[in-house]
């Protein structure tokens, strides 16, 4: 059992959160102190409770979120600052959040600034954007800026003594924890001795028994490395083992026990540093080994267990040639402490050692003299394994001549090794260009390049092996950089030097205006997020069984059989529930009989990832050890498997009824291109993208009544669901109930793709007639949910001289995958988006939807717009590149001014103000002057670029999706106090807080009188979809309606008090006259609806529509982003970026500035960082958070500017407001843009065309080959 199952599933403190199991995330940190045997004092730290084995908490005191502070008694002020800065929004992270800082601070009192940001390298937040957060934490810092002062005086004091600390052998229990223990049950033991010599025998007599420090390494492949999940039966721990804690320092070098964690490498290297200042190399060691994973993994995980999976199961370790590189040895014994040998890493390879060798030492010399170097590239900053690891080392005499060497790879060749060819190139010669080369071609010839198979998927066979393959020649010319630098051989500007920086993010520069009532408040739930009372689906404290789904892992095939009996005999499993359990129909789609609950024997298998069976058992981790059990049959496993669009394309392979051929047809096409200067043909490609919720897929089903079934969901539709699970359980649509608090993040999937996981959960309750809980893990929910949409572009366009579009034919393809789903509407808004705020005389847009045997896809944050703006821009770069003119100029001849802000299609653009708010961003972020600046700072800089970028907006909405959704307003006579029940689900967007704001302003009551009931579908029924950024308005709209009856109610009450008292009766006054016990007995109850009429989808009673286009109104903005570019690696930071964006009269300020940072941060995602990864079957191969990497901090601007367009109210808007959950996605654009630009100017440098086309992905790999650097322009 770990941490997090005993915390959550035992002891219901649920504020820990079960999200990745991966050590991956944060949402699982805790709080631990122990005392540290090596260091001989207590230790405050913060670890991942997945990843923490129950049994080596022995003498640890653990704090959770709720044992930092409550609303109840006491607030912390962690929690306070990260509530009032708006530091949350769906606040399943949070709790994360809190222990993350709060961790930090007992630790080590007042961190800096820098300490603060780089704290967050392993805490992920899919909603904010990281800088209220990140401001929060640096409130607390010795040098905190300005704006993070004036928080931390704005929340009060922060007591850093609020809890006591242990301290040394003064803790009474000390004789308790110094001595060995043991912990057995049935088939497995743990043992956790005190001395070397005990472990030995203990080893002897269990030879099969498993060493272990941290036991981190199953977060990384849990199948191998998860000792006590039937992996290992017996266990020893080797924490508190004295020989192997020893922690020596010396003028010779440094020696680890090994049972020291990395951080204390880390620790003792930096200390060693400020002992010989003279050095170079004990600091950048240490800099080399904090790119290992993140600070909660470090300070559990051990040297000697990361070394191990290095040569036994090739783990891609920076740690290894790291250390490589600074000549380290080690020390290890297998039976005798007596027989301890000594071994170099160099010749530490598989087979070097004995298996059940126990590492005993690490021994890292005094480099003195030495320049040391380590370089690695992930697919972001933090927390990512690295493409291909190398250190290097030199020691230069009088003459500058090299006299030692050091050219370590890791993650290259098979195993991280030294390449002593091109050492022996260095050594006698100098830090020079024809050295350099020399070296280069040595590292080729000397070592063989191993191949990555994650990366090489079915899109890209080759995957980033390219890449990969040539780093290490980028290395070493960064190596010969820094080191002529240091040696005084050549002086090299600084910014050229090592790394991008992680710089601390700045305050964000927020412009906005706030109306009466209409403020800039916390969500109501900010306290209970940052406390951890707030529970979720899987929060919910129901005594409940455990299930865990047997997925296909095959793409086509027809299901022979399951064979469940080893599952049944599993510890703990209660049954197996399948498609021969379901009482209704097998349906979980949208269109009958397309997507089944559970595949039915003799079935079709459409997909990898199709639901076949749910194990149900009494944890979660018999449960996932039962699905492991059960063994599948399938005939004719992927045959015939379609993946790819080219490939159905190639079949024929079409969702018939998701086709939107003529999208868009306007105009004359061949007179258009007849008209043009130029017309050409070109194509991009545009990939998918996971939704990537913190709290993943989850559902708790509870039998009642009747047949009946409540349901707790994770959802944005728990109506479509409740109608659903009727069906599946064949009762009527009323004896299901859909509830939910909120969700942990939904960002579009939970939609529909909730429905298969909680009609499994429904149909065990029912079997079982028990309560079920089934919630995903990451590797579950990349594996079985489908994402975003890929598509496949061609067009045709012609232009005039200037760049204005006289004619365009787009041709695009989806891969819709196996169902329908919601591919159909989002195809149509796909094609729409295309046009974006461009004037197109002569347009044609066809969609197709193709049809594949990958998980459905869906509804993904700002649902097909990504798509449609990258197709535009694509077309709008290709034309400045061929014209030879900057991208901004053919936007501006192209951009509609309010005279002809008319879409392609007829529909109008009301209120149109792109063509000022581009011109006013431009004007205040001094776009010209940094542009020029830009460029003359690519002038003097050959390896750093940057590049600025402007991108202008123009969104579609439609109402269609929450059209209808009603609210229910009580008030109670007792104290005026009032419930809000309303059909839109809390995802994140703050929707509960807004709707209390507008129910405190149409009713005149105190706003915290209110309060926001959780979503339930038998309180409002009929509720639409929570989507399209528009369901806020639409429930605000409707509880604002449900006010009004109830003000006339009270108007009469009103007015005979008023005149009674000769002064306006208070609230309270005015509800207790309306209804009291004995007294009068208005109802003051009432429902409102609201039900737009201005789109093509509302009709009136007799059918006919209300309604010409498919869209209701437009939201307009503008972007600009910086960027630099590391040319040598193709990685880049966004410096800044300013928005300008017109919401209308906003709601609540604070809130929607937060969904535009989140929706941008996405959107930075989407564009440079994240890739699915399918093979060949269609399975995802990202395993989680292992391989796919969404943005954390370093990926975000370290300067943001926004302003909310002032006195702008919306006229058709609720309270004047418009939607901002996500177009502001689109905006991040001018990321990409800006780091193509930066691109081109490498481009120009080495002597190729600036005029270059990159499809997505556009992650490290690409942008460096786009950069067309080669080895050979390495010059020093």
């Given at each position: 059992q770990m941490l997090i199952e005993f915390l959550r599933d035992s002891k219901g403190l649920t504020g820990t959160k079960r999200s990745c199991l991966q050590g991956g995330c944060g949402a699982c940190v805790v709080a631990i102190q122990e005392y540290d045997v090596a260091t001989r004092r207590w230790v405050y730290r913060s670890i991942n409770s997945c990843l923490k084995p129950l049994v080596a908490?022995?003498?640890?005191?653990?704090?959770?979120?709720?044992?930092?502070?409550?609303?109840?008694?006491?607030?912390?002020?962690?929690q306070k600052r990260i509530a009032e800065n708006h530091g949350m929004q769906c606040g399943f992270c949070t709790p994360g959040m809190v222990m993350n800082t709060y961790a930090l601070l007992r630790a080590g009192g007042k961190p800096t600034a820098e300490e603060s940001m780089k704290n967050y390298d392993g805490n992920i937040c899919r909603c904010t954007g990281y800088r209220n957060l990140v401001q929060a934490s640096e409130s607390f810092a010795s040098d905190a800026s300005n704006e993070a002062v004036a928080l931390a005086e704005k929340c009060g004091h922060h007591d850093a003594n609020l809890c006591d600390k242990l301290s040394g052998p003064e803790y009474p229990k000390m004789d308790m924890l110094r001595q060995s223990v043991s912990f057995k049950t049935e088939g497995f033991a743990w043992y956790a001795p005190m001395s070397l010599e005990e472990t030995l025998e203990i080893k002897k007599s269990k030879p099969r028994a498993m060493y272990i420090l941290g036991d981190t390494a199953k977060g990384i492949r849990q199948a191998a490395y998860e000792v006590a999940n039937g992996r290992a039966n017996d266990v020893i721990s080797l924490r508190n083992v004295s020989e192997l804690n020893i922690l020596e320092k010396n003028g010779t070098g440094l020696t680890f026990g090994g049972a020291l964690t990395i951080q204390h490498l880390i620790d003792a290297l930096q200390a060693y540093q400020q002992e010989h200042p003279n050095s170079?190399?004990?600091?950048?060691?240490?800099?080399?080994?904090?790119?290992?994973?993140q600070h909660h993994i470090r300070s559990e995980a051990g040297w000697a267990g990361n070394l191990l999976i290095t040569i036994q199961r090739g783990f891609?370790?920076?740690?290894?040639?790291?250390?490589?590189?600074?000549?380290?040895?080690?020390?290890?014994?297998?039976?005798?402490?007596?027989?301890?040998?000594?071994?170099?890493?160099?010749?530490?390879?598989?087979?070097?050692?004995?298996?059940?060798?126990?590492?005993?030492?690490?021994?890292?010399?005094?480099?003195?003299?030495?320049?040391?170097?380590?370089?690695?590239?992930?697919?972001?900053?933090?927390?990512?394994?690295c493409f291909a690891g190398a250190g290097f080392r030199v020691v230069l005499d009088g003459s500058k001549t090299i006299t030692d060497a050091r050219v370590a790879l890791g993650y290259w060749a098979s195993t991280p090794m030294r390449s002593s060819k091109a050492e022996q190139v260095l050594l006698g010669s100098s830090l020079d260009t024809e050295t350099l080369q020399k070296a280069i071609s040595a590292v080729h010839a000397d070592l063989e390049f191993a191949e990555e198979r994650m990366f090489q998927t079915v899109d890209n066979p080759t995957g980033k092996d390219s890449y990969r393959r040539n780093l290490p020649d980028s290395y070493l010319f960064k190596f010969f950089q820094e080191a002529q630098n240091h040696f005084g051989v050549k002086s090299w500007a600084a910014e050229e030097l090592g790394n991008l920086p992680v710089k601390p993010l700045k305050a964000g520069d927020l412009k906005f205006q706030e109306a009466p009532g209409l403020d800039n408040k916390p969500q109501l739930s900010s306290m209970g997020l940052t406390t951890g009372a707030v529970r979720y689906t899987d929060d919910q404290p129901v005594p409940s069984l455990f299930g865990y789904p047997v997925l296909s892992e095959v793409a086509t095939g027809k299901l022979e059989n399951l064979d469940v009996t080893e599952a049944l005999k599993v510890e703990g499993v209660v049954d197996v529930v399948t498609a021969a359990d379901i009482p209704g129909a097998n349906c979980a789609g949208f269109a009958a009989g397309e997507e089944p609950v559970f595949v039915e024997i003799g079935g079709a298998i459409i997909t990898s990832g199709?639901?076949?069976?749910?194990?149900?058992?009494?944890?979660?981790?018999?449960?996932?050890?039962?699905?492991?059990?059960?063994?599948?049959?399938?005939?004719?496993?992927?045959?015939?498997?379609?993946?790819?669009?080219?490939?159905?394309?190639?079949?024929?392979?079409?969702?018939?009824?998701?086709?939107?051929?003529n999208t868009i047809d306007k105009g004359d096409l061949e007179e258009g291109f007849k008209s043009s200067d130029m017309v050409w043909e070109g194509t991009t490609y545009v990939i998918g993208q996971h939704a990537f919720p913190m709290e993943k897929q989850a559902a708790l089903a509870v039998p009642e009544e009747k047949k009946g079934m409540t349901i707790w969901n994770s959802t944005q539709g728990h109506d479509f669901c409740r109608a659903k699970l009727a069906g599946v359980l064949d009762v009527p649509g009323s004896y299901v109930v859909v509830k939910q608090t909120r969700a942990g993040g939904a960002f579009g999937h939970k939609n529909s793709r909730q429905v298969p996981v909680a009609a499994m959960a429904a149909v065990a309750a029912h079997k079982l007639e028990k309560a079920v809980r089934v919630a995903y893990e990451s590797t579950l929910e990349q594996w079985a949910v489908g994402g975003r949409h890929s598509f496949k572009t061609k067009y045709k366009v012609g232009v005039t001289k200037d760049g204005k579009i006289q004619s365009c034919e787009i041709e695009s393809w989806c891969n819709g995958g196996c169902t329908h789903d919601f591919t159909g509407f989002l195809n149509l808004e796909m094609g729409e988006a295309i046009p974006s705020v461009y004037w197109w005389p002569n347009m044609k847009v066809n969609v197709h939807a193709m049809k594949t045997n990958l998980p459905t896809n869906t509804a993904v944050r700002s649902f097909g717009s990504p798509q449609g703006y990258f197709i535009c821009e694509a077309i709008i770069e290709d034309i400045a590149g061929r014209l030879g003119k900057a991208v901004e100029e053919i936007r501006e001849v192209n951009m509609c001014t309010r005279e002809n802000a008319v879409t392609p299609w007829g529909q109008p653009m009301e209120y149109y103000n792109v063509d000022m708010l581009w011109k006013k961003l431009k004007q205040d972020a001094k776009f010209q002057e940094r542009e020029e600046a830009c460029k003359a700072f690519n002038e003097k800089h050959r390896w750093r670029k940057r590049g600025i970028s402007a991108v202008p907006l123009a969104y579609g909405h439609c109402y269609a999706y929450a059209a209808g959704t009603g609210a229910l307003v009580n008030i109670f006579g007792s104290d005026g106090s009032v419930t809000v029940h309303h059909g839109g689900c809390e995802i994140g967007q703050g929707i509960h807080t807004k709707v209390a704001q507008v129910v405190a302003i149409s009713l005149g009551c105190p706003l915290e009188l209110i309060r926001v009931a959780d979503t339930n579908s038998e309180v409002v029924p009929n509720a639409r979809f929570t989507g399209g950024s528009i369901t806020t308005e639409v429930v605000c709209e409707a509880a604002r309606q449900a006010c009004k009856q109830l003000l006339e109610t009270l108007r009469p009450h009103r007015e005979f008090l008023a005149k009674r008292d000769g002064k306006e009766p208070s609230w309270t006054e005015l509800v207790a006259a309306a209804n009291t016990v004995l007294g009068h007995q208005e109802k003051l109850s009432a429902t409102g609806i609201f039900s737009p009429a201005g789109n093509q989808y509302t009709t009136d009673v007799e059918g006919n529509k209300l309604g010409e286009f498919h869209g209701d109104y437009f939201t307009y903005g503008a972007g600009i982003s910086e960027v630099e570019l590391d040319v040598l690696t193709g990685e880049i930071r966004p410096l800044r970026s300013d928005i300008l964006y017109d919401v209308g009269q906003s709601i609540n300020p604070g809130i929607d500035l937060g969904q535009l940072e989140g929706a941008f941060v996405f959107g930075i995602g989407y564009y440079l960082y994240e890739e699915p990864l399918r093979d060949n079957r269609g399975t995802e191969r990202s395993q989680g958070v292992w391989a796919y990497k969404p943005p954390m901090a370093p990926e975000v601007p370290i300067e943001f500017h926004v302003e909310l367009l002032r006195d702008n109210p919306f006229p058709k808007g609720v309270l004047g407001s418009k939607a901002i959950g996500e177009p502001p996605f689109m905006l991040a654009y001018s990321v990409l843009g800006a780091a193509k630009k930066a691109i081109a100017s490498v481009r120009r440098e080495n002597g190729l065309s600036e005029h270059f086309q990159m499809p997505m992905p556009c992650t490290v790999d690409a942008i460096q080959k786009a950069c067309g650097v080669e080895a050979s322009h390495f010059k020093c």
């Open positions: 908490c022995h003498g640890v005191s653990v704090t959770t979120v709720e044992g930092v502070g409550s609303e109840r008694k006491c607030v912390h002020q962690v170079q190399w004990p600091e950048a060691v240490a800099d080399g080994l904090k790119n290992v994973a891609p370790s920076d740690l290894f040639p790291c250390l490589l590189a600074a000549d380290a040895e080690v020390s290890y014994v297998t039976t005798s402490a007596r027989d301890e040998k000594r071994i170099s890493l160099v010749d530490f390879k598989p087979g070097a050692v004995p298996f059940n060798a126990l590492l005993t030492k690490l021994h890292i010399p005094n480099l003195a003299g030495a320049f040391y170097k380590y370089y690695r590239v992930g697919q972001r900053k933090w927390l990512s394994h199709q639901q076949l069976a749910l194990v149900v058992a009494t944890s979660y981790r018999a449960a996932k050890r039962g699905a492991a059990a059960v063994t599948v049959k399938i005939s004719g496993a992927n045959e015939g498997a379609i993946i790819t669009i080219d490939q159905a394309i190639e079949a024929g392979s079409y969702l018939e009824e998701a086709h939107f051929r």
